[in-house]
């Protein structure tokens, strides 16, 4: 046996993600190469194959003076729209300083051009399509032994060669596959703060047209007892997140059936599971034990694209709206819940007033996150084939992101640029939750709001990426005095009762009204009134629980009480603008917040 170092690479968007894919072919290799702590009379197996892991925000340098210093034989990259501009970058450097390694790549945006990129760059080897797990086992054999069936690399099915492809692989066995985690001794500080990836199938019954998963229309199914017994290691060990990989999650009734009611089971109150599914899908079953879960235990995305139903048909998307809007607003009564609702600027047959009334129809059901995303064109999607039909004119680089279509102009797609990244401050922030809605109410629809308001900001010079938080709320401020001149004072309010929900301030934002009340006499009496109440909670809790042991003074630091003329905390947009017959004084206790949206629990009290 040769002792030829191989890594697995993986460059990740940010530092909180990891690649599920190296892990998968690497503990793939150790579980059916053979018993990879065994010495080989030099070295240990598991030293010849190893990962490592990188982000895009590093330098190109850095990495390759990382891989450089490992004095690897064979690397292989995992290709992304996300990394593929690095790992290029590194394609045309790394062989000028190690030109006898052998380079290969895999991942989805390699597989579907593999000829070309074999020819467009010299350095490389070969690269693995489809699913790799068996395939990166036997090139292991490959370089590992050179025996029998492997002595040439033409007799492995699945890669691509300078001199051609080697056939079809079948596709894999996913209850062959083995638990990327499992017997990981060094679990907690390798995952620690980063976001645990997880499959419970593969494959997807869909054919969205813009999707990767249209390709592969076989569902496969890991065996329900095995899955239970890998979630049971993540509750174990508490982890924070758990994101499952499945296209269309709930698309199996008794698959997800099983999941949900183990989790709720065996709930060990810290960990939340992200799912992505149907939403028109979801089961009278499946929604009866999602209203019985612990608030956050699980999350779901749910893809509606878009509500116009040409541009449904379109791509391919088969889709019950009347039925999803239902079942959204079902799980939003549930409150326990976080709902994420995903359209899709770009696509065949939507204008930009038809994007309007898609945003609108889904700003409606309430999401607690309403991501406004891009078309992306990708290799080997459906939606490449027919680019030019729709007159879809892409990025040539990736992410490879719609610039303009038949139906949507380049002046829309920046327009709704601006749209989605107020939608990103203002709304999916969840930061202005109280002051938004109302907003929103002078303006026809909601989508003219954000659209005023990119408007606004634009025209302005105001900074997006600023991190002062109350930057933000006081050009909110602005815009919203500029559109209701009138309402300054429930406006201060509102945004006063937002901010507060999120933080207690050191120090008090310009934007809120006079604290209490500017009479010299009623604001002493009024503070006597608070120091009796927090000596009151400390002497017998009535509102702060769990905060036994603190002294007045102490609870009177971590809390907040604010006084306000209108009923801000209404969720009813239309209530909040009647004033009160006498101020209401609001109890902010940081401690015990929403789980789903962070908020901290209020309590209406009296003096």
């Not at 925000?57 to 690095?86: G, H």
């Not at 467009?120 to 070969?126: C, R, T």
């Not at 690269?127 to 068996?134: L, N, P, S």
């Not at 109410?441 to 659209?451: I, L, R, S």
Request: hydrophobic share 35%.
């Amino acid at each position: 046996m040769t002792n030829k170092r191989i890594i697995l690479v993986g460059i990740n968007a940010k530092y909180i993600h990891s690649n599920p894919a190296v892990y998968s072919l690497k503990t793939y290799a150790d579980t059916y190469y053979g018993d990879c702590s065994v010495f080989d009379g030099n070295s240990k197996i598991t030293d010849n194959l190893t990962i490592s892991e990188y982000t895009i925000n590093q330098s190109l340098d850095s990495i390759l003076a990382d891989l450089y210093n490992q004095k690897p034989d064979v690397v292989a990259f995992s290709c992304y729209i996300w990394n593929w501009s690095m790992v290029r970058d590194i394609l045309d450097e790394f062989p000028k300083i190690m030109p006898k390694t052998d380079i290969w790549l895999g991942g989805p945006e390699v597989s579907f051009n593999a000829d070309k990129l074999v020819n467009q760059y010299p350095a490389l080897k070969g690269i693995m399509v489809g699913e790799g797990e068996e395939t990166f086992l036997e090139l292991l054999k490959y370089y590992w032994e050179a025996a029998d069936r492997f002595q040439n690399l033409s007799d492995i099915k699945g890669i691509v060669l300078k001199e051609g492809f080697t056939g079809e692989r079948e596709l894999t066995n996913i209850d062959k596959l083995p638990f990327i985690y499992n017997n990981n001794t060094d679990f907690t500080d390798k995952f620690k703060n980063r976001i645990i990836y997880y499959e419970s199938q593969r494959g997807c019954p869909f054919r969205c047209s813009y999707c990767l998963s249209s390709i592969d229309k076989s569902v496969r199914l890991r065996d329900l007892e095995t899955v239970k017994k890998e979630l049971k290691f993540f509750l174990d060990n508490k982890v924070d997140q758990v994101k499952f990989i499945d296209r269309t999650f709930n698309c199996n009734n008794e698959h997800a059936l099983s999941i949900w009611r183990f989790l709720k089971e065996n709930d060990n109150g810290i960990t939340n599971f992200h799912f992505e599914i149907a939403a028109d899908l979801l089961s009278t079953q499946q929604l009866e034990i999602i209203s019985q879960m612990r608030p956050g235990l699980i999350q779901l995305e749910i893809g509606v694209q878009s509500t116009n139903e040409k541009t449904l048909k379109a791509i391919n998307r088969h889709m019950d709206i009347e039925q999803l809007k239902s079942t959204v607003q079902k799980v939003h009564g549930y409150k326990n819940t976080h709902q994420h609702l995903d359209l899709i600027a770009g696509l065949p047959y939507e204008d930009y007033n038809s994007f309007a009334s898609s945003f609108n129809e889904v700003y409606k059901m309430q999401p607690n996150q309403l991501q406004l995303g891009f078309l992306k064109v990708l290799n080997g999607s459906p939606m490449k084939e027919k680019a030019e039909e729709y007159g879809i004119v892409y990025s040539s680089k990736p992410p490879y992101e719609v610039l303009y279509t038949n139906w949507l102009s380049y002046d829309d797609v920046l327009k709704l640029k601006g749209i989605e990244e107020m939608v990103e401050l203002y709304y999916n922030s969840g930061q202005f939750s109280h002051t938004v809605p109302v907003l929103v109410n002078e303006f026809g629809t909601p989508f003219e709001m954000f659209e005023a308001l990119a408007g606004y900001y634009q025209d302005n010079g105001y900074f997006i990426n600023t991190p002062s938080r109350v930057y933000r709320y006081n050009v909110l401020l602005e815009f919203a005095l500029k559109t209701a001149p009138e309402k300054d004072r429930l406006f201060r309010q509102l945004l006063t009762y937002d901010i507060y929900l999120r933080e207690n301030m050191k120090s008090r934002p310009d934007f809120c009204q006079a604290h209490f009340t500017s009479n010299k006499a009623d604001g002493i009496s009024l503070k006597n009134s608070v120091r009796n109440f927090y000596i009151e909670e400390e002497n017998s809790p009535h509102f702060l629980k769990g905060y036994e042991g603190y002294q007045s003074i102490q609870l009177a630091k971590m809390t907040h009480i604010e006084a306000f003329d209108f009923p801000v905390w209404e969720e009813t947009p239309d209530k909040c603008n009647e004033p009160l017959k006498k101020p209401a004084y609001i109890l902010f206790d940081y401690k015990n917040r929403n789980v789903l949206n962070h908020d901290a629990s209020t309590f209406i009290i009296e003096f």
